[in-house]
């Protein structure tokens, strides 16, 4: 039996505690008054972690995205290069010249020395 009636006063104590928080009893208490500034530091610490876990997440799509954006631009950069390579082979260039008369150098390059007198070079 007691422990029914203690039941029922925790439970009084329960909608009693519940309806001065809706009835706003709870703010004309002398605990209230002595606990607001805690309160307000409390609400402010919250806030501040809010925008902070925000601004953070924001950070990171935004990492994210300019990591996407770097590895297209590196597999951009390897098929470029593949292609120039591909064209700048000499069998390719001596095909696509074929048409314009051009043709493939098969002795080796010349070097052309000329000999200057140091007195007539200098003015």
Same mark, same amino acid.
């Given at each position: 039996?007691?422990?029914?009636?203690?039941?029922?006063?925790?439970?009084?104590?329960?909608?009693?505690? #519940?309806?001065?928080?809706?009835?706003?009893? #709870?703010?004309? /208490?002398?605990? @209230?008054?002595?606990? #607001?500034? @805690?309160?307000?530091? $409390?609400?402010?610490?919250?806030?501040?972690?809010?925008?902070?876990?925000?601004?953070?997440?924001?950070?990171?799509?935004?990492?994210?995205?300019?990591?996407?954006?770097?590895? !297209?631009?590196? $597999?951009?950069?390897?098929? $470029?290069?593949?292609?120039?390579?591909?064209?700048?082979?000499?069998?390719?260039?001596? /095909?696509?010249?074929?048409?314009?008369?051009?043709?493939?150098?098969?002795?080796?390059?010349?070097?052309?020395?000329?000999?200057?007198? !140091?007195?007539?070079?200098?003015?």
């Amino acid at each position: 039996m007691e422990e029914q009636e203690e039941k029922k006063e925790k439970k009084k104590k329960g909608k009693k505690g #519940f309806m001065s928080v809706l009835g706003g009893k #709870f703010l004309v /208490r002398e605990s @209230f008054a002595k606990q #607001f500034p @805690f309160m307000v530091y $409390v609400t402010l610490l919250l806030m501040a972690i809010i925008t902070n876990t925000y601004i953070a997440e924001e950070r990171i799509r935004e990492l994210s995205k300019t990591t996407k954006q770097l590895n !297209d631009l590196q $597999v951009e950069y390897v098929q $470029v290069k593949s292609a120039i390579m591909e064209a700048s082979k000499q069998s390719v260039l001596s /095909r696509k010249l074929s048409g314009t008369g051009l043709k493939e150098a098969t002795e080796p390059v010349k070097r052309i020395e000329v000999e200057t007198n !140091d007195k007539e070079a200098k003015p």
